[in-house]
């Protein structure tokens, strides 16, 4: 209703100016990168490239996202499903051991490992007599997404800059110096990968071509893998000099006495889609390249940066003045105190922003686990995509901080997940619908890999769902539900034809068997986790069935199995149980805290619902503790934060703003000194826990009231150490888009802008204040 909403330009002006402008937007070093972990990432969603930002030596590091091991590959096992009753079978035995033995034979995928990402090559420039500079300075500036180096040899100043620029789809370098003529270098290609060479090309090119591996072999995971059709790929780096004189021969550029120069990056490698890999690289290369159309760099540049403002401009935040703003960030991370410097926790928080727009944009492939960036042949995990928490967290930001577009690569890559994973669901569980485990790769992968004690987890599919579901929640677009609903809906059937009744009782439960609760506790029937997703997924199905108004039947279907799936249960330390069992044990410290998916990113337990399931999950967060590698403390600060408990957030964010060069999987994360998440070794999950983990404590929308509507939490978790900020830009479900200020912890100002004209509640202090609004509409209220 209209008549509540006041817009006047005494509000709209006071509300405008509660907002302050980003301070705290650098991470920047008086010293070159030494190891991987402190050079400083771009990318554009295709290409990304870490900068050591070295003086004499130059190291720029770089990836192009499909360049994986491997070849198209079905990794099904046909007739594992005759064997799915016996497993479980010994399951209900309580047979575990046996169960996982018959299912590591029978059941798994074939091979038992996915391929890896690959590093694609170095662009390395020699500068000498730079050994000696002074006044140095690298930088990484989040504004207009630019890496700088400065530095001064022989009272010359010499200037670097480096962006990936997604309308160009080039990495590119300038350097200039200032004084004319004192730019003398030699730049050149290198990979790692050894079938590979380096020659000058037409024109002014120099070509980096090359082969993955042919065969992957490794007698830890008993792998002899030939493959008959490698992916191939090239790079084509483009020079200009202004001024001086260049040569290119078969070791690359010779520049001499040259006023600036720009370079430019092209790659590609011959993957089309996950079925065909006819491509050719050089073709891609050379389109890309012309499309430069002799545009000079501050074309290039002033292009880049409106594409990269366009979306990063969005959200702007501020939780406190930087106490340490002119010190070097790692030397800021290393402080005792740096958790209470609220400039640095806006900086992480858009540094997550940051990293998912250059890790994942329309047309390339999702975020993996090290985003776009892996400069190893073996990384850890693979470097692909972990879907028992690790890819989701990757877009847990994404519609939050007003970053709709960087989903897209994910939906797309669910499109086809869900062809391969029909093969799996046909062939592992003859089941009808598509699935999808614990991981999956460039080729699709959807079976069970690694172990069947914790690769046998049939949640994975239906957890990406989710995030289908967000999109359509936070913008209403029903031309979106209608490309998501099959995809949703076949991850529905099949469940419906892979739930089973529990023998073991008469209580008529549907249970998830065989599964896990990742990554603990072995192969089990009825893993907690399992069954709040598949009812979440239910759900969603059922009520994007309504709005599209389709399959009745199928959607009763949904309703009737819904009810009948094993409910949450409070063990006997009043914990929440992982399992039909109640044999949680207190001591158990696991980085995985799977049961708690109902908490967040589901929503079945909450403060407002359901009480007493909310304090048993609590119970069980406590007993996890609040150490953890570095995605788990991002998904406990999103855990706190819906307890509404930001004190207890912060103590998580304390134990993850911690300095670490550590790269022993056994370690407890921190933060390396480029603000990468330490799992460790890198994950970058991490780092967009810990954005989603500040919009949680901020912002709220995952409830509904008793009439449905909307209830839009306003600073329900907000840390004692923030006591004075502002947000601007978030988003929330129904459509709104949502600015708060607040001063000595309290509320002082609040904007809510609907894009789509439903009704919300905002609920502020324990109060709740219906509001009505049209499409384009605004309300604002200020203390001011």
Known sequence: MKNIIAFTALLLSAVSSAFADDSDLQLFYDRPAGIW??????????????????????????????????????????????????????????????????????????????????????????????????????????????????YEVDGVQYSREYIASYPAKVIAIRLTASQPGKLSFTAGLKSPHPDSSVTPGKGNDLRLTGMARKAYKSERYELDIEFENPLRFEARLRLFAEGGTVDVGKNGYVVRNADAVTLYLAAATSYRNFQDVSGDPGEACAAVLKGLNGDSWDAVKKAHVEDYQELFDRV??????????TVPTDERLQGSEVWKDGGFASLLFQYGRYLLIASSRDGGQPANLQGVWNDKLQPQWGSRYTTNINTQMNYWPAELTNLMECHEPLFDALEELRISGAKTAKNHYNARGWV??????????????????????????????????????FSGDREFLERAYPIMRGAALFFLDFLIEDPRNNKGWLISTPSNSPETGGLVAGPTMDHQIIRYLFSSVIDASKILGKDDDFRTQLVE???????????????LQEWLEDRDDPENKHRHVSHLWGLHPGDEINWRDTPELFEAAKQSLVFRGDAGTGWSMGWKINFWARFLDGDHAMIVMKNLMQLTRQTNTKENG????????????????????????????LLQSHLQTNEGRRLLHLLPALPSVWPDGAVKGLRARGGFEVSLKWKNGKLTSYEVSSKLGNPCTLYVDGMEKRVELAAGEKFSWTTD
Not at 118 to 123: K, L, N
Not at 316 to 325: K, Q
Not at 447 to 472: D, E, F, M, S
Request: hydrophobic fraction near 40%; proline fraction near 5%; include cysteine.
């Open 561 to 575: 199995a819904r009810a009948k799936i094993a409910p949450n249960q409070i063990g006997r330390l009043g914990q």
């Open 670 to 697: 921190g933060l390396y000194p480029n603000l990468f998440d330490a799992h460790p070794p890198f994950q970058i999950d991490g780092n967009f826990g810990f954005t989603s983990g500040v919009v949680e404590m």
């Open 316 to 325: 702007s935040i501020d939780l406190g003045p930087a106490d340490a703003e």
């Open 37 to 150: 972990e402190e050079a400083l990432p771009i990318g554009n969603g295709h290409l990304g490239a870490m900068v050591f930002g070295g003086t004499s030596e130059e190291r720029i590091q770089f990836n192009e996202n499909t360049l994986y091991v491997g070849e198209p590959h079905d990794y099904s096992r046909p007739g594992a499903s005759e064997h799915l009753g016996a497993i479980r079978q010994l399951l209900f035995e309580d047979k575990r051991l046996k169960a996982e033995a018959l299912a590591w034979d029978t059941f798994m995928s074939m091979p038992h490992r996915q391929m890896i990402y690959q590093p694609f090559g170095d662009i390395i420039l020699n500068f000498a007599g730079h050994e000696f500079a002074e006044k140095y300075r690298r930088s990484l500036d989040l504004r207009d997404a630019t890496v700088r180096a400065t």
């Open 436 to 473: 999808a485990h614990h991981n999956f790769d460039l080729w699709r992968g959807t079976a069970p890999i690694n172990h069947a004690n914790h690769g046998i987890w049939v949640t994975g599919g239906a957890w990406l769902c989710q995030h289908l579901w967000w999109r359509y929640e």
